[in-house]
């Protein structure tokens, strides 16, 4: 791929796209040739600003979304719905104006049924409903992915769509609203470990299952697919390994030093039950995977939370 294509990362501040710029510029592409666009300044919800954006670049990697933990997907429905949608159609239909020479999509495991054999293969994406509280976000992300099928058939639209299963790293959301299981976990038993909390309570039964991909391996993965992919066929990203919640709290409560006691709110939803990827895809096409053991991705993901923790 010519180092000299400017790039559009949209969500280019965030968690992921931090990490995706990183390894960009490591892989060669001039850092001044990659535009990241803030929310504050180009609301991607806005046709127009999509326009202008897309206008002046030649690959288009779309990262951004509104996401977050199963509150805020209850409390957000709505939003999570539209905004994503809106701007998935907006950057798409855009770029095939604009004829980029490649789009890089990246949706979501919540788009998988809720009750989906284990392990998700891509070609059982739309066998059944998600999980209720992914549903929103999980059916507009996987709608993008339709519609660059449709836009790739009729159009010849170069692009690419990756599935990146729950990611977890330093840099990640610590908000206690808006963040995902693992830095919320670490915040929790962290504060506790801190002021002496005899217990911690946690959402739901802890018998679900997750499955974690380390940050810099899904922006690996996204690298590989600007590289050598022109077609969207979903394409799981994961580590392969399944973890039960309950075990991931143990693992993280010992790693963190907190001796307090693990309270299971129940009366909070679960989620999906289980959570695992079939990665052959990524393997067979881009010999993909990932490749951080979990013990030191969870390690470096704590320390980096221990050096920042007084910036929250
Ligand atoms: N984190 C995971 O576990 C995970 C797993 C699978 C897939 N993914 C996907 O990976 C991508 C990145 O996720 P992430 O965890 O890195 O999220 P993140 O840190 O929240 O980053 C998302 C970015 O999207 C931008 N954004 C949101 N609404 C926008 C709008 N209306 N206009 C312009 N930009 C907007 C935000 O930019 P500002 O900061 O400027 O507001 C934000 O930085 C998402 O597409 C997500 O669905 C994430």
């Keep these: 791929m010519d180092s000299n294509n400017r790039i559009l990362l949209t969500g280019g501040a965030g968690f992921l796209g931090s990490e995706v710029v990183d390894q960009l510029v490591s892989t060669g592409f001039p850092r001044e040739n990659i535009t990241c666009p803030r929310s504050a300044e180009f609301d991607l919800r806005d046709a127009n600003i999509c326009n202008d954006l897309v206008a002046k670049h030649?690959?288009?990697?779309?990262?951004?979304?509104?996401?977050?933990?199963?509150?805020?997907?209850?409390?957000?429905?709505?939003e999570l719905f539209y905004d994503n949608i809106?701007?998935?159609?907006?950057?798409?239909?855009?770029?095939?104006i604009n004829k980029v020479k490649k789009f890089v999509f990246v949706g979501t495991t919540c788009s998988y049924p809720k009750f989906c054999p284990i392990p998700f293969k891509e070609e059982t994406l739309w066998d059944g409903f998600p999980e209720e509280t992914n549903a929103p976000y999980g059916i507009a992300k996987k709608a993008l992915g339709t519609m660059l099928e449709s836009y790739h058939q009729q159009y010849d639209f170069p692009c690419a769509y990756l599935i990146p299963v729950n990611l977890y790293g330093p840099r990640d959301s610590f908000h206690l609203e808006h963040s995902h299981v693992i830095p919320?976990?670490?915040?929790?038993?962290t504060a506790a470990r801190e002021s002496g909390e005899k217990?911690?309570?946690?959402?739901?039964?802890?018998?679900?299952?997750?499955?974690?991909?380390?940050v810099r391996d899904a922006a690996r993965g996204i690298v590989l697919?600007?590289?050598?992919?022109?077609?969207?066929?979903?394409?799981?990203?994961?580590?392969?390994?399944?973890?039960?919640?309950?075990?991931?709290?143990?693992?993280?409560?010992?790693?963190?030093?907190f001796s307090g006691e693990i309270i299971w709110d129940t009366s909070k939803p679960n989620g999906q039950p289980r959570r695992k990827l079939d990665i052959s895809r990524a393997k067979e096409i881009f010999e993909y995977s990932g490749e951080t053991s979990f013990q030191d991705g969870l390690r470096e993901t704590i320390a980096w939370w221990e050096a920042h923790k007084g910036e929250f």
Excluded at 184 to 189: C, N
Excluded at 229 to 248: C, F, H, R, V, W
């Design 225 to 257: 697919a600007v590289q050598n992919i022109s077609e969207p066929i979903p394409i799981n990203l994961g580590s392969s390994e399944e973890i039960a919640i309950e075990k991931l709290a143990e693992l993280l409560k010992d790693m963190i030093g």
């Design 86 to 96: 809106t701007m998935g159609i907006n950057l798409i239909e855009q770029s095939r």
């Design 184 to 189: 919320a976990l670490i915040r929790k038993f």
């Design 199 to 214: 217990s911690v309570t946690l959402w739901g039964d802890g018998s679900p299952t997750r499955e974690f991909l380390f």
């Design 58 to 78: 030649d690959i288009i990697i779309h990262l951004a979304a509104k996401v977050g933990g199963i509150g805020f997907n209850q409390k957000f429905p709505g």
